[in-house]
């Protein structure tokens, strides 16, 4: 194609026709440029294609991973909210002269729910991989990059709650280690199966105790903070699931 061209010009001098072969020349070099637009223009194209289809296929991968974080989070929230309960009674109940009528096994039963410590595992291997690669920032929507970073401000302070809660936790399980019987707490699980403990012990007497009250505070303190963390946790894993739907 090229030497067709090339022939062309050459005729067009060797018989003079210096005006033609000028506008030739000039028509050669737009359709050059013609074509050359076009190819850059497809490959743009294809750029953006690809582009497209790889952040569709991070959407659905994050879509999956929040999705699962939904379901782990609604179950510890069960958890929490059980506790919260046992902990809210345990509380009201402490006082100079407490009226409990329950057996010792059901007063044991309370307490055991009283010092559980659900903790949220959840997933952040994607969106942690998009920070340290640099693609969050190319993400489409503003909004859901507004939200991811929402997400992580709200995921570290749910790890510092839930320190707090834990150390919290131990302080009560200490308690009723130093005080009572673990072995009796612990009968209603299916770790313990060898019955309840034959040596002597009271746990009514900790509705009485100024320490158990202190003790139980502070849990009780911690555990709120965290179902409403655990709350607005929640809220955003929603929105981010509903921002990262995309077609079948």
Known sequence: MIKFFRKIRQNLLLEGKTGKYLKYAIGEIILVVIGFLIALSINNWNEERKELASESKVLKTLNAEFYQNSITLDSVLLELNRMEQSLSFVFLNIQPNPNLDFSP???????????????????????????????????????????????????????????????????????????????????????ISEGRSSLEYDHFKFFTDIVFENIIDDCLVYTRQRILRYKKAKIIIDQVIALTQTEK
Request: charged share 30%; no cysteine; proline share 1%.
């Open 105 to 191: 096994k059901q007063l044991d039963s309370i307490l055991r729910n009283s010092f559980s410590d659900p903790y949220w595992t959840r997933s952040e291997y994607t969106l942690r991989n998009l920070e340290s690669s640099g693609k969050l920032s190319t993400l489409t929507s503003e909004e859901l990059k507004s939200k991811l970073y929402e997400w992580s401000l709200v995921a570290t302070d749910i790890t510092d709650k839930d320190s707090d809660a834990t150390k919290g936790f131990n302080n009560l399980l200490n308690f009723y280690r130093e005080n009572g019987s673990l072995r009796n707490l612990d009968e209603g699980g299916w770790i």
